[in-house]
């Protein structure tokens, strides 16, 4: 069975920086593009960024590219987000997805439960 | 890359049948057949009812069903049941290779 369990959300002031985490199991990661989507308390959805299976394809969405940074390491079946300069609207629960489109486009097939970054002072 | 417009909430009654619109542009929803659909109930992560415009993963029921003409993809619930009642998001793939969600709908059983 798919799992991916986020970590690493915590209280954070503005200007901080912070990674995340994300646990897969039960799946070859390395076949696999994975995804970060966060959600703003009581707001919509909102792709973050994407990273091929290899590492070789990054995106971000306008609103991170240039703070935050996605990785991976398929040897040890995790996702990384690191977040820098982070700001209050920042502030979200951050999905990890995986990505079940084999080539171009995506489906996010399988999500991870959460993990809560507040960005306050 | 602004995101796809969909109602805020919509409701039906037991039985009926509802439509969620999902609008976009040519450099999205008018682009590509890699519209999806999820179900967010609240507290819970979200959960993949429709791929591909139309397509259904297993273990969704066949009641949810998709469908696209031109920028605007819509998701239509037929026999609604309690149980659909939750916020739905559509997403769409775009030319710049990223991804863009639509503001959600709230769907309410009366």
């Known amino acids: 069975e798919v799992h991916l369990v986020e970590s690493g959300g915590v209280l954070v002031e503005p200007g901080g920086s912070l990674r995340l985490s994300c646990a897969a199991s039960?799946?070859?990661?390395?076949?696999?593009?994975m995804n970060w989507v966060r959600q703003a308390p009581g707001k919509g959805l909102e792709w973050v960024s994407s990273?091929?299976?290899?590492?070789?394809?990054?995106l971000y969405a306008d609103s991170v590219k240039g703070r935050f940074t996605i990785s991976r390491d398929n040897a040890k079946n995790s996702l990384y987000l690191q977040m820098n300069s982070l700001r209050v609207d920042d502030t979200a629960v951050y999905y990890c997805?995986?990505?079940?489109?084999?080539?171009?486009?995506?489906?996010?097939?399988?999500w991870g439960q959460g993990t809560l970054v507040t960005v306050s002072s | 890359q602004s995101a796809l417009t969909q109602p805020a909430s919509v409701s039906g009654s037991p039985g009926q049948s509802i439509t969620i619109s999902c609008t976009g542009t040519?450099?999205?929803?008018?682009?590509?057949?890699?519209v999806s659909w999820y179900q967010q109930h609240p507290g819970k992560a979200p959960k993949l009812m429709i791929y591909?415009?139309?397509s259904r993963p297993s273990g969704v029921s066949d009641r949810f069903s998709g469908s696209k003409s031109g920028n605007t993809a819509s998701l239509t619930i037929s026999g609604l049941q309690a149980e659909d009642e939750a916020d739905y998001y559509c997403?769409?793939?775009?030319?710049?290779?990223?991804?863009?969600f639509g503001g959600g709908t709230k769907l309410t059983v009366l």
């Open positions: 997805a995986r990505d079940g489109q084999p080539k171009e486009g995506r489906i996010f097939d399988y």
């Open positions: 039960g799946f070859t990661l390395s076949s696999y593009s």
């Open positions: 990273i091929s299976a290899d590492s070789n394809y990054r």
């Open positions: 040519s450099s999205d929803v008018g682009s590509y057949k890699y």
């Open positions: 591909n415009v139309s």
């Open positions: 997403t769409s793939y775009t030319t710049s290779k990223t991804q863009v």
